[in-house]
């Protein structure tokens, strides 16, 4: 059996701005988005976390699946488990 770990990941994402034209003081302020995602967590590998936020423990399938670099990564914390066959 196969035990999942129920997660909440801040991490950062990109920003962007896509008009052709943008005052430098504008650029000089963005900062990346900080994001929670809330998940299963499928694989934790050196590079990445894989969390699912839909888990069906029955028929081992998932969905809304987020790969997210851990250079992005600013917290992992655990909310709860579930077992899977």
């Keep these: 059996m196969i035990e999942y770990e129920l997660i909440k990941v801040t991490w950062l994402d990109i ?4 008009e052709p034209w943008i005052d430098l003081d504008e650029v ?3 900062k990346p988005a900080t994001m929670v995602s809330v998940g299963w ?4 590998s050196e590079s990445f976390i ?3 936020s ?4 029955i028929d081992d399938i998932a969905g809304d699946v987020n790969c997210i670099p851990k250079s992005t ?3 992992v914390e655990p909310v709860q ?3 899977a066959n």
């Design 28 to 30: 000089r302020e963005m």
């Design 54 to 57: 839909t888990l069906d423990c």
């Design 73 to 75: 990564v600013l917290l």
């Design 81 to 83: 488990a579930c077992e």
């Design 41 to 44: 967590l499928i694989v934790d």
């Design 15 to 18: 920003t962007s701005k896509s």
């Design 50 to 52: 894989t969390v699912a």
